[in-house]
Structures are given as C-alpha cells and as structure tokens.
C-alpha cells in the first residue's frame, strides 16, 4: 500500500492542523495506519495510532489535543491536532505495520 501526508505548514501556538494520510493500492481501509513523527535532535515518537475499527490510541504527550480518524470509503487518514505547542513541531509520517510510509509533512509551530 502506498500513502501520502500532506496539510502540514506553519502555525502559532494555540492554532489548529489537519493532517490527511491518503492510502493507495491494496485496500488500504484494511490496515492499522500510525502517525509518527520527527523532530531534529529527538527520538522518533509514535503520536496516534488507528485499526481498521476505528479503535484508536496515543502518545501522552498529544492525549486530549489530538484526535485520529479515518474515512474507509476515500482510504483516508487524519490527524486533528489542536492547542499545538512549540514542541509539536517535527515531520509527520502516517505509517502501517508492515512499514510502508509515505513522504512526511512539516508542522511547524511558532511561539
């Protein structure tokens, strides 16, 4: 299955993003699909995950900011980030289990 991030870009503190994971090829409603991210200088961080239920888990750090979602019928994955902080910003990368992983895109937030 291929993916493809997109709707990253620069925002202030306190602002709002939608990130969307596009799946293409095999039946990408199927897959778990995971939003990781990078940052210089830090560890690569699992931010939110989501099954193909809709069941979905996160990382602590973006608990009660961040919600995932997906949209089977258009292999669509998002990524509603709110209240964003400065350490927010890193590449997003939306990922399945077997590795396959898309172009990331940059979230930059400004304080």
Request: net charge positive.
């Amino acid at each position: 299955v291929q993916l493809q991030a997109s709707g990253g870009g620069l925002v202030q503190a306190g602002d709002s993003l939608r990130l969307t994971c596009q799946l293409s090829g095999r039946t990408g409603s199927s897959y778990s699909v995971a939003w990781f991210r990078e940052a210089p200088g830090k560890e690569r961080e699992l931010a939110a995950t989501i099954n193909a239920g809709g069941t979905s888990s996160y990382a602590d750090s973006v608990k009660g900011r961040f919600t995932i979602s997906r949209d089977n019928a258009k292999n669509m994955v998002y990524l509603n980030m709110n209240r964003l902080k400065p350490e927010d910003t890193a590449v997003y990368y939306c990922q399945t289990p077997s590795g396959d992983r898309g172009q990331g895109t940059l979230v930059t937030v400004s304080s």
